[in-house]
């Protein structure tokens, strides 16, 4: 397994493309940004993770991580590209993963492994496998209904379970879960990631594999659900959910999250609802932990909302609101699904209230804000009238607001 291809070169596919490459592998990313391709055949990263960019630039300079617009023949595809939603319904859009199979298809030779890696509904890593045995019909392919039997390609579904800022590390110490298709698929598949992965290889089927990495997920938004919801409850009856967190948190077999101003990322804002998509009328606890997730943002805009209407009753016309942080988890540059994005979003549509962005891990916002003001923290704390803190980004830890400005800390941090 020395020539590797990965398709995908964000912020899982281009971690997992410099770890084979560092491990001694042979690896070619497949992106369809040109931008993304063009850095990182200068040896550098278009995305902020730590300890990333020392690594790629290594491999590319050792000439054993190329990025390319276009695949080449390799021994393993690895496919890490996005899982979105179609529309509102939340049903999921597997175009990418799609587009991947038809431009693979024409690659592939008896004994190639294809691992998707993409966070997926149950059944996905079928469906590829069908569009890939539509293109080849020369070739045989695995069937999940008999997992004995030889086929011409090996398929293994994979989901990575990593954590933004230690991606690095976590790749290789984790544990990985290993879907084959077939038993011979699950192996072909622990050999390519034994290539780096210090951690367990767990063997199991494609649609167990799938089902895990939805899973885990939807456990985390479950509890985070109930963080937010206590936020919520607490609020209203002027107690400090903080430290009645803490407080509860001291009995042995309590172990509460932190509430926030919503879930954002593409996980754990996304990954539940494909549980839910396929079984509308089973995941009640699922759906009710998404909603609830879903809604904190809009509740903490009517917060901030209430301070203005306060400010504009004591003659402030048009009052100025600060909202701090944008990622949708501290101390990355990561805005996926963030609540932020969504609070600032709304937030700028209205023209009664003046609206400044703080986001110390990027330089430029994106389109959907290019409405509001990217500053810096110190000066926006002087000109704001009310501040928001939305992510509890290390920066903030320290800022001294005054007593009088009012202060909407939906992360504990302030207080």
């Known amino acids: 397994m020395k020539n590797i291809c990965v398709f995908g070169l964000g912020y899982i596919g281009l971690p997992t493309a410099a770890m084979f490459a560092h491990h001694g592998a042979n690896v070619i990313g497949v992106d369809?940004?040109?931008?993304?391709?063009?850095?990182i055949n200068q040896g550098k990263i278009h995305i902020v993770e730590p300890g990333l960019e020392a690594i790629v630039k290594k491999a590319v300079d050792k000439g054993n991580l190329k990025a390319s617009l276009t695949p080449k023949h390799s021994d393993a595809y690895l496919i890490a590209v996005p899982t979105p939603f179609k529309g509102d319904d939340h049903t999921p859009d597997l175009s990418y993963i799609e587009a991947v199979s038809k431009a693979l298809a024409p690659l592939l030779e008896k004994g190639d492994v294809v691992i998707l890696e993409s966070t997926s509904p149950v059944g996905a890593t079928e469906q590829m496998v069908e569009w890939l045995a539509a293109a080849r019909p020369d070739l045989t392919f695995p069937d999940y209904y008999q997992p004995d039997h030889e086929a011409d390609i090996f398929v293994a579904y994979c989901p990575e379970r990593v954590l933004p800022g230690k991606v690095v590390e976590e790749l290789i110490s984790n544990d990985r879960i290993i879907g084959g298709m077939t038993k011979e698929s699950t192996k072909k598949a622990?050999?390519?990631?034994?290539?780096?992965?210090?951690?367990?290889?767990?063997?199991?089927?494609?649609?167990?594999a799938e089902m895990a990495k939805l899973t885990e997920n939807a456990s985390r938004d479950v509890s985070i659900a109930f963080a937010n919801e206590l936020s919520i409850i607490s609020d209203k009856l002027d107690i400090n959910v903080w430290e009645l967190i803490e407080l509860a948190n001291h009995h042995p077999r309590v172990n509460i999250l932190q509430p926030g101003a919503g879930v954002g990322g593409h996980c754990i804002a996304v990954d539940p609802w494909f549980i839910v998509n396929q079984n509308p009328d089973e995941a009640k606890i699922i759906r009710a932990a998404r909603e609830i997730n879903d809604n904190k943002p809009k509740w903490v805009i009517e917060k901030i909302n209430a301070e203005v209407d306060k400010l504009k009753e004591q003659g402030i016309a048009r009052p100025t609101v600060a909202l701090l942080g944008l990622a949708f988890k501290p101390n990355i540059d990561d805005l996926r699904e963030s609540p932020a994005v969504y609070i600032a979003r709304e937030m700028l549509d209205t023209d009664s209230v003046e609206i400044l962005l703080v986001e110390p891990n990027i330089s430029e916002l994106p389109k959907s804000l290019m409405a509001g003001k990217l500053v810096e923290l110190d000066s926006v704390l002087e000109q704001a009238d009310i501040v928001a803190v939305l992510v509890g980004h290390s920066q903030f830890k320290a800022v001294s607001i005054p007593h009088d400005k009012p202060v909407i800390d939906t992360v504990g941090i302030i207080n």
Do not use: K, P
């Open 190 to 208: 622990q050999e390519v990631y034994r290539i780096f992965v210090e951690g367990d290889l767990l063997a199991t089927n494609s649609r167990t």
């Open 32 to 39: 369809v940004n040109q931008h993304a391709v063009d850095t």
